[in-house]
């Protein structure tokens, strides 16, 4: 008696679940037709999918490095790869020019890099002011923790490419130079809290679009 009462709701429970399969509970490929919430984007519906919205194939060029920093970003985040929505997973292109730079930088989120091609010199810097850093040889790896200040320089005599995964959608990267110079804060309140000069002050604003 006990058994069939057990065989009864087991098939209950499992007629009860392929019921309720469906592939929304699996992934949330973003429709952009509707705006970004702080919760991501709003799902597609499933009926409507195809395998074609799980590949994106934008990294196999370079990106443009015509730029002060002779830097390429090719990206793969929520905002350009809909899949990625909801996952917490994302991933970049990085092309950085002979001389060329990813200027100091910040995200919410653990970065890994590896180095495709060339040689750079990378490293964070801890919420101490230890500095970790090294030259990266093709093939090396790195790991760069979630909010700490991070950089790359191509030391080599080719350009770099480096692949860097994220463990988050929409990391939310924030440039300190891209940072202070592209605001309208006054100058003047800049200054005080950098301790630069006015003059470098009005140089990132003059490169990075700010204004005041
Ligand atoms: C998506 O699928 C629904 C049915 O599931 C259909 O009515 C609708 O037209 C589809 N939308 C697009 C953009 O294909
Ligand atoms: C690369 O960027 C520069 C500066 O923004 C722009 O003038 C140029 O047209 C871009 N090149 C390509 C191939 O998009």
Not at 85 to 97: A, E, M, P, T, V
């Amino acid at each position: 008696m006990a058994l069939t009462k057990i065989l009864l709701i087991f098939s209950l429970l499992v007629s009860l679940s392929s019921a309720f399969s469906t592939n929304i509970l699996d992934f949330c490929v973003a429709d952009y037709n509707f705006p970004v919430t702080p919760a991501g984007y709003p799902c597609k519906n499933p009926a409507n999918l195809t395998v074609d919205d799980f590949v994106f194939s934008g990294l196999g060029v370079p990106g443009n490095t015509s730029n002060v920093f002779k830097l390429g970003v090719n990206l793969a985040f929520d905002f350009s790869f809909p899949a990625l929505n909801g996952l917490g997973i994302g991933i970049g292109r990085l092309d950085i020019g002979v001389g060329g730079v990813v200027p100091l930088h910040s995200h919410r989120a653990t970065e890994i890099l590896l180095l495709m091609e060339g040689s750079i010199l990378t490293g964070f810097i801890g919420s101490d002011n230890t500095a970790y850093y090294k030259t990266l040889n093709k093939g090396d790896i790195m790991v760069f923790p979630a909010s700490l200040l991070h950089f790359q320089v191509n030391v080599g005599s080719v350009p770099a490419v480096a692949f860097s995964s994220l463990n988050s959608a929409n990391p939310g990267f924030e440039n300190v130079v891209t940072s202070l110079g592209g605001n309208d804060l006054p100058t003047e309140v800049i200054k005080r809290m950098s301790l630069l000069d006015a003059s470098q002050i009005r140089k990132l604003k003059k490169l990075f679009g700010g204004s005041n």
